[in-house]
C-alpha cells in the first residue's frame, strides 16, 4: 500500500520515478488478492497455493533488494523505506512457513 499510494507522491525523496513505484506496488496488490482469495473463497487451502505466496513474496523481497543494491537514483530514504519492506515482507514469509508446517508438513 505504502509503494503504491504513498511514496508515489514523494517519489523525489526516494529517488524513483512515479511510474516505477507504481509497477513495484502492482506485484504486492495480486499477492494480497490471490491471498485473499483463496482465504476466502476456497473451502480448503492445498499445500501448493501457500507455496506459491511463499515464493512469490521471498521472490518480491529480492527483487526489492536488487532494486536497493542496483538502482543509482535510489536516496538513502528510499533504501531505508524498501529495507523495511522487505523486513516486513520476510516476517509474513515466516508467518506463512509456519502456517505451512502446521499445516501440512508431517
Wanted: hydrophobic residues 55%; proline residues 3%.
Amino acid at each position: 500500500m505504502l509503494t503504491g499510494f504513498v511514496l508515489p507522491v514523494f517519489s523525489s525523496f526516494v529517488g524513483l520515478e512515479q511510474k516505477e513505484l507504481y509497477v513495484l506496488a502492482c506485484l504486492p496488490l495480486a499477492f494480497s488478492v490471490y491471498s485473499f482469495t483463496c482465504f476466502g473463497w476456497v473451502s480448503s487451502i492445498r499445500p501448493w497455493m501457500l507455496i506459491s505466496i511463499i515464493v512469490a513474496n521471498i521472490c518480491y523481497g529480492v527483487v526489492s533488494g536488487a532494486l536497493i543494491f542496483f538502482h543509482h537514483g535510489i536516496t538513502n530514504l528510499g533504501r531505508a523505506l524498501f529495507l523495511s519492506e522487505i523486513l516486513v515482507v520476510m516476517a509474513v514469509v515466516l508467518l506463512e512457513l509456519t502456517v505451512y508446517r502446521k499445516h501440512f508438513a508431517g
